[in-house]
């Protein structure tokens, strides 16, 4: 009887049980179909809440994983829907919906090898389905992207490794490995505000990543931030202590910078060849670092142009504009050697160019000078025709004009052929011309200021150079000048020199 008793017993306790799970299994069933109706509706986390209930009352049951997976991955919450996918698998393999869920998360965050495996296992289960057909497509595109992103950059061809890692973020959505990739090629290429954006990104969603944290300073540092850009790296290495490209950027950084500035100093200090060294010395740190470089080559042009090296000065300021076009003081650096080398064409369009990028008083009123100077280039330069400095006396002025009237008048020539008559004709007139200028002081100042003469003075052809040279050697009292008895009056008193140094 007693053995009946315990029987019965525990008969009662399993439809007890079975009772309890049937309503369990209910409310379950129910929390998934609000579930369904929220996910329908596309109120992704209302959705998860439910499937999470579910989940709660029946943990053993491999849809509901399933579905709560599906739904992560619509909140971009692809780590946390690879881990109920994987979870929905092992509690029932042949689940294939979550194969196909583990395989899209899996590519979504990179891996497209472990992505493979997971749609081939689907098309174990269904051979015909075409949905994984085509995703092992889609994992195998992203391997190939990997590869040659790989080559790529290996190359330096950055370009082509943003282009890879684009066609493959298309199916890795959630791969910060492949936006890192990029990001660091779009600061490689220059373009910092794409990659600092995609950076942020990434730390807005980790902020422990190691890589975001190194592109953020690797952009900083090739902006010419350098002081900001070690603390990224710094941190960089603190969240990754292997981390060898942020080591390497932030022991280049603090090189550069101490190079930077003993440079800036021994310039200060006057040290100017001392300065040159140091500038050449920081330029050999890291070619990349582009605007760094162009300052580089700036301060040492500028040095250059300290220790008159001009050409130099010209080549390393052309270096500068080049590493970066917008570099307005390498521009005006360039301008002003051009102008020490009266090549006024060339710092005309150095200085047009910097005026038409900052449009200030300053510039406009360097641009006039250099177009006064060209112009005044243009014209026969007197100072040059008389052999003298700008800044020759009036007496400096009339000795040259003396001793070059003399040496080209047409009757001391008379015996040569008839091209170097005309030829000396030629320059007696320029020499007359130039004398007539510079030595009436309201010309000489309109001549100086770049003024053109034949306002003021009619034809300057059609002055007479003999004129000038008869007003010029025949005095006051109005008697000619006879340029033979002059040489006669030359001659003899070279004969008499002559005479008495043979009588000693």
Do not use: W
Request: glycine residues 4%; contains cysteine; hydrophobic residues 35%.
């Amino acid at each position: 009887v007693s053995h009946k008793s315990n029987t019965r017993v525990k008969a009662n306790e399993y439809c007890l049980q079975d009772e309890i799970d049937q309503i369990v299994l209910q409310e379950a069933e129910s929390f998934k179909e609000q579930g369904n109706a929220y996910y329908i509706k596309k109120d992704y986390s209302e959705a998860f809440n439910y499937y999470t209930k579910a989940i709660d009352m029946c943990p053993k049951n491999a849809s509901y994983y399933g579905n709560r997976a599906a739904t992560l991955m619509m909140l971009s919450r692809h780590r946390e829907a690879l881990e109920d996918s994987q979870q929905a698998v092992r509690l029932d393999d042949t689940f294939m919906k979550g194969h196909l869920r583990e395989g899209k998360c899996h590519l979504s965050l990179g891996n497209a090898m472990a992505a493979s495996r997971c749609f081939h296992r689907v098309l174990e289960l269904e051979p015909d389905n075409s949905q994984a057909q085509q995703e092992v497509k889609n994992a195998d595109s992203v391997l190939e992207y990997e590869k040659m992103a790989e080559i790529g950059f290996e190359k330096h061809d950055f370009r082509m490794v943003v282009f890879c890692m684009d066609r493959a973020l298309e199916s890795a959505s959630a791969c910060h490995r492949f936006k890192v990739l990029k990001a660091e090629c779009l600061a490689m290429l220059g373009r910092y505000p794409e990659a600092q954006s995609v950076a942020s990104d990434i730390l807005r969603m980790d902020a422990t990543n190691g890589d975001a944290l190194y592109v953020r300073g690797l952009c900083l540092y090739y902006e010419d931030c350098i002081d900001k850009a070690v603390q990224f790296f710094v941190q960089a290495l603190r969240m990754a202590p292997d981390h060898e490209k942020a080591r390497l950027a932030c022991r280049n950084a603090k090189a550069l910078k101490a190079k930077k500035e003993d440079g800036n100093q021994a310039f200060k200090d006057g040290n100017y060849d001392v300065a040159y060294e140091l500038y050449s010395e920081a330029l050999t740190i890291d070619p990349n670092n582009i605007k760094t470089n162009a300052k580089l080559f700036c301060n040492r042009g500028t040095v250059g142009s300290k220790l008159k090296k001009i050409d130099q000065a010209i080549e390393d300021c052309t270096k500068a504009v080049k590493l970066d076009e917008t570099y307005i003081k390498a521009y005006l650096r360039r301008a002003q050697c051009y102008m020490d080398k009266e090549e006024y064409d060339e710092a005309v369009r150095d200085y047009e160019k910097v005026y038409q990028t900052e449009k200030t008083k300053e510039h406009k009123h360097l641009l006039k000078n250099a177009q006064l100077e060209l112009k005044k280039s243009k014209r026969k330069d007197y100072y040059k025709v008389l052999g003298v400095d700008k800044n020759a006396t009036e007496d400096e002025i009339k000795k040259a004009y003396r001793k070059r009237a003399l040496m080209h008048h047409p009757d001391r020539h008379s015996s040569a052929s008839a091209e170097i008559q005309k030829e000396e004709e030629k320059k007696f007139k320029e020499v007359g011309e130039a004398f007539t200028v510079l030595s009436d002081p309201k010309k000489k100042s309109r001549y100086d200021s770049g003024h053109d003469l034949e306002d003021d003075t009619g034809n300057m052809g059609d002055f007479d150079a003999n004129n000038i040279f008869k007003a010029f050697f025949g005095g006051g009292g109005g008697q000619g000048y006879s340029f033979e008895a002059n040489q006669c009056m030359y001659t003899n008193s070279c004969r008499t020199q002559q005479y008495f140094l043979k009588t000693i």
